[in-house]
C-alpha cells in the first residue's frame, strides 16, 4: 500500500487525508521535511497558494518539496496545488514562490469575481465512467502547457469554454478543481496508481 503524503500548511487536508484513504492509500499529513523523506508520493491541497508558499519557505520545505519533485517524487496539486506544481505563474504575489515541476503557465483567480463557484461536468482523458463533476472555487486555470505536459481535461461549457483544467506531466498531476469535495475518488484513485507505478 502506497505511503501517500498531504502537504499540510494550510488548506483542504482532511478532506484529501479521507478521500486517500477511500482510494486505498495510507495518508499522512507533512509538515517537515522529516515527514516528506517518508511518503512515496504528494498531494497538495486547495487553499490558499499565497499563504501555502509563505509557510513552505518558514517551514524549511520548499528546498525539499523542489528537491523530491526534481528526483521524481509523484505530486497532484488541486486548485492552489495547481499553481504549486506550475513552473510559471500569472497574478501570483510578488513574493510567491511555487514549488514547480510541471511545464505550464498557470494564472491565479482566472474565472473572475463574478464566477468565484461554480460547478461543470468533466470529461477526464484517462478516468473511465463518465464525466466528473468538477468543483471550482476561485480556481485557477492552465494557461498554456509545454511540450512535456499533456492536457487531461478542458472545460467544455460556459464563458470560460475551452480553458484547460487538468494536466499531467510524468509523475505530476494538478487539477483546477477539487475532486476531494465531491465523494468522487478517480481522480485520487488515478493518482494512487501513478505512485504505485513510480
Ligand atoms: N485562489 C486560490 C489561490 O490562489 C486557490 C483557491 C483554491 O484552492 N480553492 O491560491
Known sequence: ???????????????HTIAL?????????????????????????GGESTTMSKLAVAFGLLGPL?????????AYGSCAGMIMLADKILDGREDQETIGGIDM??????FGRQNESFESPIDFTGIE??????VFIRAPWVES???SAEVLARLTAGPAQGHIVAVRQGGLLATSF?????????VHRLFVDMVRAA
Open 178 to 186: 477539487h475532486p476531494e469535495l465531491t465523494g468522487d475518488h478517480r
Open 21 to 45: 484513504a477511500e482510494a486505498d492509500a495510507l495518508a499522512r499529513p507533512v509538515r517537515r521535511p522529516e515527514e516528506l523523506a517518508e511518503v512515496d508520493g504528494l498531494v497538495i491541497p
Open 145 to 147: 502547457v509545454g511540450a
Open 1 to 15: 500500500t502506497p505511503v501517500i503524503g498531504v502537504l499540510a500548511l494550510q488548506g483542504d487536508v482532511r478532506e
Open 129 to 134: 465512467g463518465g464525466p466528473l463533476q468538477g
Open 105 to 110: 503557465i498557470v494564472r491565479r483567480n482566472a
Open 66 to 74: 523542489r528537491e523530491r519533485v526534481a528526483a521524481g517524487m509523484p
